[in-house]
Nanobody, 127 residues
Framework: QAQLVESGGGLVQPGGSLRLSCVGSGFALDYYAMGWFRQAPGKEREGVSSISRSSDSTRYADSVKGRFTISRENDKNIVYLQMNSLKPEDTGVYYC????????????????????WGQGTQVTVSA
């Protein structure tokens, strides 16, 4: 059974860093574009970052550009989200999800096309 499991969340002070991991099991990650999404308290879930199958293409929400970096290791079935210069508004539950595509450079922040959502990992940025 295909599954995604996120980890790496926690409590961090503003300006700090965290690295989130998303481990896939039961399927080969390299057939999928991958995305990170987040949901802040009282808000709708939003797209944060996406990476293509080949890692040649990435996309970021404007709110995280220059601070977050998405990467992947297909041989280990892992996707990462390095988050630097964290702000209180980055607080939320972070989810990863996958999108099957033949296009090795496809990326998207449209959460409607993604599936097999993980359970999420909580990120709290607070002094």
């Amino acid at each position: 059974q295909a599954q995604l499991v996120e980890s790496g969340g926690g409590l961090v002070q503003p300006g700090g860093s965290l690295r989130l991991s998303c481990v896939g099991s039961g399927f080969a990650l390299d057939y999928y574009a991958m995305g990170w999404f987040r949901q802040a308290p009282g808000k709708e879930r939003e797209g944060v970052s996406s990476i293509s199958r080949s890692s040649d293409s990435t996309r970021y929400a404007d709110s995280v550009k220059g601070r977050f970096t998405i990467s992947r290791e297909n041989d280990k079935n892992i996707v990462y989200l390095q988050m630097n210069s964290l702000k209180p508004e980055d607080t939320g539950v972070y989810y990863c999800a996958r999108y099957w595509t033949l296009n090795p450079t496809y990326v998207s922040l449209d959460q409607g096309i993604y599936g097999n959502w993980g359970q999420g990992t909580q990120v709290t940025v607070s002094a």
